[in-house]
């Protein structure tokens, strides 16, 4: 196995209308068991992905945001999102199905220079 | 029941979740040459309700964590596993526990 | 350092996000629809505090030629693949 690389799952895309939520979490499952620094940042339409309550079993769709509590025992631990994107949706932590660490534009900016590999869904 | 060749892909896994049965368990296990004790049976629910729960079914180094603090840890180990579903034992348990192949198994 | 691309027009979320959060030493490529950024509008000013280049086939193809800001500047495929390898990290925006 190579040197650790950090890696940023960038999610800007809402769930169902495509296939990149799910895509998403599989890589960052996967970068996960090879040992990298996985993290994950929530933005835009992709802040939609973590809302609770999520039933996509009549528009036959896997319900990826059941998937989402595994990243932790995958022990990928820095999930972020972003707190405008939030805010402009009218979304609150409560609102969230799993703890995301909120950021702000500078803190995002910092994060994004500061990986090796941003993976963008 | 019908023969569970008529249910299973050409790999074993059955090809419908729904079409899962303890019987169909117990068939696929005796294809697989593993005779279903108590032990079999407890992997068998937790994965069963790790995928439900879930919709996912992890790798072996997560599933063998979530044995461990669920069954426990005389129980977390691959070892344990390994002998419960010699070889490839997560495909061998996904398999009989009725669920799709996994991705990986790593 | 990044090198930031957009090929959303400027009323998709892409860009409006992107300069928000892009470091100032960051340059931004405009490929696609996203060189519809190029022409005035509330976001060029913003824009333009960046390093900002634009995929000149994607300018041509829309008759944008004669109406985009005269700081950007036009790249063609080759000079895209320079620029990809002259930073750090691509982050795509789309």
Redo the contacts between chains.
Sequence with gaps: MSETKSFLV?N?HAPYASNFAKEALDVALMSAVFNQKTSLLF???GVFQLVRSQDPSEIQHKNCSQTLPMLEMYEVRHIYV?E??LNERGLSEEDLVIPAQRVN?QE???L??R????L?F | MLPIQALTDKEGYLKRLSDWSEDAAVTIARDEKIELTAAHWEVIWLLREVHREYQHTPVTRVFIKIMAEKLGADKGRSLYLMRLFPETPMRKACKIAGLPKPTNCI | M?LHTINKSPQN??LK?CL????KD?AILLIEDGVYAALPGPDLEALLQHKVYALAPDIKARGLLEKLSPQITLVDYSGFVALVEQYD?V????
Excluded at chain 1, 115 to 118: L, P, T
Excluded at chain 3, 20 to 23: D, I, W
Excluded at chain 3, 91 to 94: A, D, E, F, L, N
């Design positions: 960038l800007r933005m835009d339409d972003d405008i994107s534009a995002i900016s910092q994004l220079t990986q090796h590999v941003i963008n | 990044i979320p892409a996000t928000r959060v892009a470091a960051s990290t982050q795509s925006w789309y």
